[in-house]
């Protein structure tokens, strides 16, 4: 999910360049940072750092998409305040002291008039520190682990589902089954990740209250290179239920191979990140190991949202590909635009001050991925928990059962490889 | 010597008053980083490029660094302002500490696996930072900023990373120039022979070390209040130390100007390059092409390049290099030292 | 127990893979003296190119060696004579460091460009299936990339003692200078033993590209382990590698079941500069092969 901070070690010095980059340089002067218009008829800059290289850059990439199809869907749709909008997007390589520069330059030399956040909770906390210290608010779609709320800021929003809760739909549903299908034990490897860690313990204490025994908790590196002992381990336990605290789909992808060639088949499988990553996710794991894998999150790209599916399909205009293709971070970003879009055009200014109250005033905003409702820290307080499962190749809304859209569970998954 | 010192004196007076002149925070900050860099540069040097060693686990002293002021700052519940600013001596004497067990150990090998042991006990650090409660694991710690104005939040950053930088440079000048000096250097030359020499070589390459240690802590920690948050992966990451050499190389490993100079080339352009760029991946390749040629063109760095070429140009002789290699500088030390051969 | 037997067995397979992506660099790295920070990446290139070729062609992985072989056997050639050789002796080692990392930087430019940033991973019959051995289930591509390691690396061990090519290699190997007097042309020799480092890297960027999904950005994670692979192996020493990536693994695996995953790593580099403060030339390297 993109909530998420992908992969660890940061590459920041995409090194060096020189002589030759005078040259560059100089060209990069000519073409100096546009200068948003303070009033008048002229664009509403909007200003945002991605992890377009770099560690992050798999989920970078997705959030330009995101932001730009927002962009383009609001003008052409008569701009914002009857305003054209215009993206300032710069890169930030996955490195937290570019992020905290890029913003200083957004603001303080390219006079943007809003700022959107980058990707990942590693990067979100030092740069809306800098937006704070401007004034402006801090609409983010990626930072939504507890640590970012932590910080206490005023100016930040995380317009996408908190992290801490994303698995209690799932563990409820467990729960909830019947005695006999209940599984009797579970197992919960994570990734040493403040993304992930704090998901399972919650999971946890909702399976053990219902008579579920926890077989094998462990955390492995983050960095780590293999994950095939790690994977045997739990396989050995012969669980019956996996919850798997992964970021990426690399992860997943060893966990479901070392599984399939243990002939360790759990009843459920559910992974906090990477089964959302669309295609990426298929071509990883293979179509036929893809059946019956769940993953919690806010939104998939079936969801049963006009403005979401008219996303979708302005997606596959820009970029082909299916449906089932589009990442979640897509509809994360995009609904970053939206939400700042309500507020500007419910203030009718770009005033942040007025954008800052606006959001905490408790007013329920719309969004691709649903209902958004901030509360004091910042939080998305309406943000609804779901758990989508691959059912034929398609990634499908499955919990919590009775909302609306849902298709029921498949259970006990199908093997591997069918 | 005069105009050395007057060019010393112009320098510093300009850097003293760029943030008067650049005020703008965006040129600030990357200021800010620039003297990070330009610090953990030169005092990578001093024992690199003195010494011969090359170090690829410096980053332990500047996470180390960075995580005294968090964990200071989270246990003592200190608030954003001037006076956390005095956490920085402290981090530089945790490193210092923990580079006395660290050279202690890695020390003891030459070479190559003086290089594969350093990185070894970077990650070991960095794997702690990730295990251990006191930095708590993966969710890192927040630090608390500083309420100051946006248009001068930087400046106090600005002004005591400069007071660290010269703290660096003069420790490094007065190495190159004293007698402890010669000893690294022949030490660099043939350790062997230095030792034969009568240079107790094992306290000379430790207290190397440990001095180079210092100021990259104190900038570790300057860099995690800056930033205002720290991670294991950003404290002890492992390509800082090959940020930082490439940096000397590129000046010119071994001499006092020569890390600066890369520092200041480099990270500014690094950044400011990164932030006008944003065009998905070609920039990767661009980089690394415009890299190669300057490493083949110029693989002395530039310091020591130009100074042969503006020798070459006095004594009007083509290409004289600058006899350096030459100079038998154990005897040197041995003469000085006294010591019998 | 049987988790323990389990974690034994895991770690010799994969450690298997493990040395066939560090032979190339033991290789390079004993007999030229530079550390090449680029084999990271190269892993992850010949894992694009038997992806390329697999998904273009349809052919199977093991066969699309024939192929990917031969092409990074030429570009460690072209690297070498390029870029390498015209290191000055002096420093040469930390030069060295630093031009590889631009050559990583551009072939990882060029596979981001070429293939995007999102994960792929190989596929074939063998990479999800096991068989049943004592007990124990054994993956196929496990087992598959163990006997390649094992038949790429009697293949070296033959090029590097029964043949003249070899001699030379050894020769340099063990001291430069004297190689040149006794009329080794230790230039061509360096270039070759950069080709062929660079070539034995493509079976190890298959087996890796099966069991892991990658992206362009994903040989960094590598490069760590496998200079530690080959300092704890002795420079130079194929053999060593593969003992040093057997030993490394199973540790770690081991520490993984009666420990913790996130301890076993850090077990690792404990015991690596333990051995090297004991044996600084590893496991398997020779004392006088160089006056360290």
Redesign the interface.
């Known amino acids: 999910m993109s909530t998420g901070i992908r992969r660890h070690r940061i590459r920041r010095w995409q090194p060096a360049l020189w002589v030759g980059a005078a040259a560059l340089l100089l060209s990069a002067c000519g073409a100096a940072p546009s200068t948003a218009s303070k009033g008048g008829k002229g664009p509403i800059v909007i200003g945002a750092s991605l992890s377009l290289s770099g560690d992050f850059s798999a989920d970078g990439q997705a959030f330009q998409r995101g932001y730009e199809l927002w962009a383009a869907y609001v003008n052409s749709h008569g701009g914002l305040l009857g305003r054209k909008v215009k993206l300032d997007i710069v890169s930030d390589a996955s490195s937290p002291t570019q992020v905290v520069t890029n913003y200083q330059t957004l603001i303080s030399l390219d006079h943007v008039n809003l700022v959107f956040g980058p990707f990942s909770t590693l990067l979100t906390v030092p740069s809306s520190k800098v937006a704070a210290r401007y004034g402006y608010a801090f609409v983010e779609g990626a930072g939504g682990a507890p640590l970012a709320f932590a910080a206490g800021l005023h100016n930040m929003f995380d317009v996408s589902l908190p992290v801490k809760d994303d698995l209690v739909p799932f563990a409820q549903w467990i729960a909830s089954l019947p005695a006999s299908e209940r599984p009797k034990t579970a197992a919960y490897p994570t990734s040493n990740d403040p993304f992930t860690e704090p998901q399972l313990p919650v999971a946890e204490r909702i399976l053990q209250a219902a008579g579920v025994r926890t077989v094998y908790s462990r955390v492995f590196p983050a960095e780590v290179t293999d994950y095939t002992p790690i994977a045997d381990q739990v396989a050995a336990r012969h669980a019956q239920v996996v919850l798997l605290g992964s970021v990426d789909v690399p992860t997943v992808s060893a966990f479901i191979q070392a599984f399939a060639q243990q002939h360790y088949n759990p009843k459920a499988f559910i992974a906090t990140a990477g089964p959302d990553q669309g295609a990426a996710f298929v071509n990883a794991v293979g179509a036929n190991n893809t059946g019956g894998v769940m993953v919690p999150n806010g939104w998939y790209p079936g969801f049963k949202n006009a403005a979401s599916q008219a996303m979708v399909q302005a997606y596959i205009a820009k970029y082909g590909g299916t449906p089932s293709g589009v990442n979640s971070d897509v509809a994360e970003a995009y609904s970053v635009g939206q939400v700042v879009a309500q507020a500007v055009e419910a203030t009718h200014s770009l005033n942040n001050a007025k954008i800052i109250a606006y959001l905490h005033s408790g007013v329920v905003l719309q969004s691709v991925q649903g209902p958004v409702q901030f509360d004091s820290l910042g939080e998305n307080g309406k943000a609804v928990a779901f758990a989508f499962q691959w059912i034929h190749g398609t990634l499908t809304q499955v919990l919590p059962t009775n909302a609306p859209g849902s298709s029921p569970p498949v259970y006990p998954k199908p093997p591997w490889g069918s | 010597m005069l105009p050395r010192a007057a060019g010393l004196g112009l320098l510093l007076l300009g850097l003293g008053a760029l943030p008067l002149v650049l005020s703008?925070?965006?040129y600030t900050?990357?200021a800010i980083?620039t003297l990070i860099y330009m610090t953990a540069a030169t005092s990578w040097n001093t024992f690199a490029g003195y010494s011969g060693y090359?170090p690829l686990g410096h980053v332990v002293f500047f996470g180390s660094g960075a995580y005294t002021l968090a964990v200071a700052a989270q246990d003592w519940h200190l608030v954003g302002g001037y006076g956390m600013f005095l956490l920085i001596p402290l981090a530089g004497l945790v490193a210092g500490l923990l580079a006395l067990p660290f050279g202690l150990?890695a020390l003891?090998?030459?070479?190559?696996?003086f290089?594969?042991?350093t990185?070894?006990?970077m990650?070991?650090f960095q794997?702690?930072a990730?295990?251990l409660g006191v930095t708590n694991?993966?969710?890192?710690i927040?630090i608390p900023?500083p309420l100051?104005?946006?248009?001068t939040?930087n400046d106090p950053f600005y002004y005591i990373t400069l007071g660290i930088l010269i703290l660096a440079v003069a420790t490094s000048w007065f190495v190159r120039r004293s007698r402890f000096g010669l000893q690294l250097l022949a030490i660099r030359d043939d350790e062997d022979r230095a030792r034969g020499l009568g240079v107790r070589t094992g306290r000379v390459k430790l207290t190397a070390f440990v001095i180079s240690a210092i100021p990259v802590g104190m900038v570790g920690a300057m860099?995690a209040y800056?930033?205002?948050?720290i991670?294991p992966?950003?404290a002890f990451?492992?390509?800082f130390d090959?940020?930082v050499?490439?940096m000397v190389?590129?000046g010119g490993?071994g001499t006092v100007a020569g890390p600066l100079l890369g520092a200041v080339?480099?990270e500014p352009?690094?950044?400011?390059?990164?932030?006008?760029?944003?065009?998905?991946?070609?920039?990767?390749?661009?980089?690394?092409?415009?890299?190669?040629?300057?490493?083949?063109l110029m693989?002395?760095g530039v310091v020591p390049s130009t100074r042969d070429w503006l020798r070459a140009r006095r004594t009007g002789r083509p290409d004289a290099p600058e006899v350096e290699?030459d100079t038998d500088r154990a005897a040197e030390v041995a003469a000085h030292t006294g010591s019998p051969t | 127990m049987a988790a323990l037997y389990g974690a034994v067995i895991d770690g010799i397979l994969t450690g298997g893979v493990y040395a066939l992506m560090a032979a190339g660099l033991t290789l390079i790295f004993g007999v030229m003296d530079i550390i090449n920070i680029a084999q990271g990446v190269l892993v992850v290139l010949a894992a694009y190119l038997s992806y390329f070729l697999s998904i273009r062609f349809g052919l199977d992985l093991f066969v699309g060696l024939l192929v990917t072989i031969p092409v990074l056997f030429l570009l460690g050639v072209a690297v070498e004579w390029l870029f390498i050789r015209r290191l000055r002796s002096q420093e040469k080692t930390a030069m060295s460091i630093l031009v590889t990392y631009a050559v990583a930087i551009i072939i990882e430019g060029v596979l981001s460009v070429t293939f995007g940033v999102n994960y792929v991973q190989l596929h074939g019959w063998y990479v999800t299936r096991s068989f049943q051995l004592l007990g124990f289930y054994l993956p196929y591509i496990y087992v598959f990339g163990f006997l390649l390691a094992a038949a790429l690396l009697a293949v070296l061990f033959v090029i590097l003692y029964r043949t003249r090519f070899g001699r030379s290699v050894r020769a340099s190997l063990q001291n430069r200078t004297a190689a040149q007097l006794i009329g080794v042309n230790v230039a061509r020799v360096s270039t070759l033993t950069f080709g062929l480092g660079v070539a034995v890297t493509a079976a190890g960027g298959m087996i890796f590209g099966a069991t892991n999904a990658f992206n362009p950005n994903s040989g960094y994670d590598l490069i760590s382990r496998l200079l530690a692979i080959v300092i704890l192996g002795g420079l130079g020493s194929i053999g060593g590698a593969l003992a040093a990536a057997v030993a490394m693994l199973v540790v770690e695996d081991v520490v993984a079941v009666i420990w913790s995953p996130v301890w076993s790593d850090v077990v690792f580099f404990v015991a690596l500069v333990a051995v090297l403060l004991i044996r600084p030339v590893g496991l398997f390297g020779r004392a006088a092969a160089r006056a360290q």
């Open positions: 703008n925070p965006t900050s990357i980083f090359i150990v003891r090998t030459r070479r190559h696996t290089v594969v042991i990185i070894a006990i990650f070991i794997l702690l990730f295990n694991g993966s969710s890192g927040q900023t100051w104005p946006a248009a939040f860099y800056f930033i205002g948050q991670f992966q950003f990451d492992p390509l090959v940020s050499a490439l190389f590129f490993l080339v480099l352009l690094q950044q400011y390059l990164t932030l006008q760029f944003s065009i998905g991946d070609l920039y990767l390749i661009i980089y690394g092409v415009v890299f190669l040629a300057v490493i083949l693989p002395r290699g």
